[in-house]
């Protein structure tokens, strides 16, 4: 996405004739075997870098080597430099930033960090967090660390296999993040590249729309906006987009969204950050100040609750935490099982200082023993009514209710004051506000412990296999999947598994040596399967085994792998297959060659994204004439809007 910036001063109209003009110059910038003209004059009017610069070189005429930019991106600096316009990309931000950084131009950074403010979101962080570190940006760290307070880079969707087993495999190749939503029930929002979709009974019915099995359905007051974070209450659910809004969905009236998608920040005020209870919301402006709404407050005015300088917000079912910039944290609300930390069970309507520990020390109880750590707390979880603390030296606190083990403390004893879990170095920690089990990630393994469904576990057990995610330990530990906030779905298109519809009746006919009457040979490994089943799959096989291989119990297949045509059999029986860099060009041409529809498809998505990386699928999309892109009957991709500009030049910028 591109974004052009252009003011309304005369300065356009009064200077930019001087711009790279070849007959009135007195300076030239030579990139490369190009040639950027300037006055020397004005440069000195319009920038302080080029007024200390050129002060030190008066001489009549000059020129200048720039080596550190590419001719585009100087020749856009200096064009700002005259009429005020420039146009900011993915392709020349990097350059722009660290010629505002090193030419110290505050008008261009301005430009800069408004692209990046635009664009920053959870999906495209890792892209621009070295430029954001590089040039002190430290106004978009908070963002970037903390943006959609989920302990997950990237979930494999297949874990929601179960879940999503109707939808196509193709809508599902298009998502680019996942957050599941709403208390028990299997609810979750899906955003592609461009657009943000709903799936599940509660979430529809909270806007108004159809809740199809087979069809996410779209949100259009969504559309081009990007999500930093998503969280949810017992039946309502919170989304903040990154330019600082913040929607409702619920289908409780008390919200009054009258069953739509509901903007609370209707004034100018942008928000960073948002944390749901049972029935309120919490809310982060940019500035560090909290507010809140719902609960025994309105709900339909946001309440300054007084806590100013506060980077980091967390909620559980009835209570609330705030981290300010120093470390210190506050609590308050709902505090029967001493969720709190505050040493006493008592409720707090207002917040209430736990400790400072930026400038000091830390007690806390640990094995009957008081024990001094310099350190502070990086990250706050709360959940239903117990509540974890992880400090910067890896060490997990935590304090509340513990009659299933959620403190994973040993024992069933509720602590009102901060209690160490015994796990060493960890780096991630989380709950959820709707149940009583917690998880841990040292760097190499996960912990679980609290309620799970094999019973309760009143310490903390490692878990076994290769977990990836957290996302992954809940589907080992709970019933069912849930991702623990906005998540991204990460897909190699060197590798790429579609997750589709398992055929359970009829898998096990698939290769299996006790029921088969027909086998394919390929090199010294066979396949087994029966002929009636892929006479009903596939017109091909109908064809040939009612004809000239009818009479045959097997045949050899020199034309494919083992490993290809076992892929494309399996797909025959359970609708799965894996595709990878190894086998697309065979498996296209099995596609092309047995007219299978359902195969091909797989395929055209597979190019899809893997031709965006490696331009070495483009001989395959020629061969089998797999070019998609003609309904425009256009001969261009796109245009400079430029080219318009005597036309459009009365619109606003």
Not at 75 to 94: E, F, P, Q, V, W
Not at 260 to 277: E, S
């Amino acid at each position: 996405m591109d974004y052009y910036y252009e003011s309304s001063t005369v300065k356009d109209k009064t200077f930019k004739w001087l711009f790279n003009n070849p007959d009135y110059h007195d300076i030239q910038f030579i990139i490369g075997e190009k040639r950027i003209y300037g006055n020397k004059n004005y440069l000195r009017y319009a920038s302080e870098y080029f007024a200390k610069y050129l002060s030190e070189s008066p001489g009549k005429d000059c020129s200048m080597n720039i080596d550190d930019y590419c001719y585009e991106t100087y020749y856009a600096y200096l064009r700002m430099l005259h009429d005020d316009y420039i146009k900011i990309d993915s392709t020349n931000i990097a350059e722009l930033t660290k010629l505002a950084y090193s030419h110290d131009e505050k008008q261009l950074m301005i430009y800069c960090k408004n692209f990046i403010r635009q664009i920053l979101c959870y999906q495209n962080r890792n892209k621009y967090l070295p430029l954001i570190r590089n040039y002190d940006l430290d106004e978009f760290i908070v963002t970037e660390d903390k943006m959609t307070r989920s302990p997950d880079s990237n979930v494999d969707i297949r874990l929601f296999k179960n879940i999503f087993d109707s939808i196509e495999p193709e809508f599902l190749h298009s998502i680019v993040s996942l957050v599941s939503v709403l208390y028990k029930n299997e609810n979750f929002l899906m955003m592609t590249e461009n657009a943000t979709y709903a799936y599940g009974h509660l979430i529809c019915l909270s806007l108004s729309l159809k809740n199809d099995p087979k069809q996410p359905q779209l949100i259009p007051i969504l559309n081009d906006k990007k999500i930093q974070q998503v969280d949810y209450g017992r039946d309502f659910v919170a989304i903040l987009t990154n330019d600082g809004q913040v929607y409702i969905a619920t289908f409780q009236s008390q919200w009054k969204t009258n069953k739509t998608l509901k903007l609370i920040n209707t004034n100018n005020d942008q928000f960073k950050m948002i944390a749901c209870g049972f029935n309120r919301l919490l809310l982060l402006r940019q500035d560090g100040i909290v507010f809140s709404i719902g609960g025994n407050s309105s709900y339909e005015t946001m309440v300054n609750i007084g806590l100013q300088n506060v980077e980091l917000i967390a909620s559980g079912w009835n209570h609330f935490f705030a981290m300010k910039n120093t470390k210190q944290i506050y609590s308050w609300g709902s505090n029967f099982h001493g969720q709190l930390g505050i040493a006493d069970v008592n409720e707090q309507e207002k917040p209430y200082s736990i400790y400072s520990n930026y400038n000091y020390e830390l007690r806390y109880h640990h094995h009957n023993y008081n024990v001094n750590v310099p350190e502070y707390c990086i990250d706050v979880v709360a959940g239903f009514s117990h509540s974890l603390f992880l400090f910067s030296n890896g060490n997990l606190l935590a304090c509340g209710q513990n009659y299933q083990g959620q403190l994973g403390l040993g024992d069933n004893n509720n602590r009102s004051t901060l209690v160490k879990i015994p796990i060493e170095n960890v780096k991630k920690v989380t709950s959820e506000k709707f149940n009583n089990f917690s998880f841990a990630f040292d760097g190499s393994s996960y912990y679980a412990w609290g309620s799970t469904k094999y019973g309760e576990w009143q310490s903390p057990r490692k878990l076994d296999g290769h977990l990836k995610s957290f996302a992954a330990a809940s589907s080992l530990m709970l019933d069912r999947s849930i991702t623990f906030g906005l998540t991204s779905i990460k897909y190699d298109s060197e590798s790429i598994e579609l997750p589709s519809k398992v055929k359970k009746a009829t898998k096990w006919l698939f290769n299996n040596p006790d029921n088969y009457d027909f086998e394919f040979i390929i090199g010294d490994k066979r396949i087994v399967v029966r002929k009636d089943y892929l006479k009903s799959e596939s017109k091909f096989f109908r064809k040939m085994l009612s004809g000239e291989w009818s009479e045959k119990n097997q045949i050899i297949i020199n034309d494919y792998s083992y490993d290809s045509y076992y892929a494309f059999l399996r797909m025959l029986h359970d609708d799965y297959i894996e595709i990878n860099s190894e086998n697309i060009a065979e498996l296209i041409h099995m596609a092309d060659y047995y007219c299978e529809d359902q195969l091909m498809k797989h395929c055209k998505i597979f190019l899809r994204d893997a031709i965006k990386k490696h331009s070495k699928y483009q001989s395959l999309i020629i061969e089998y004439n797999l070019v998609e892109n003609k309904m425009a009957r256009s001969p261009v991709s796109n245009v400079d809007i430029k080219l318009f500009k005597n036309i459009f030049d009365s619109i606003d910028p």
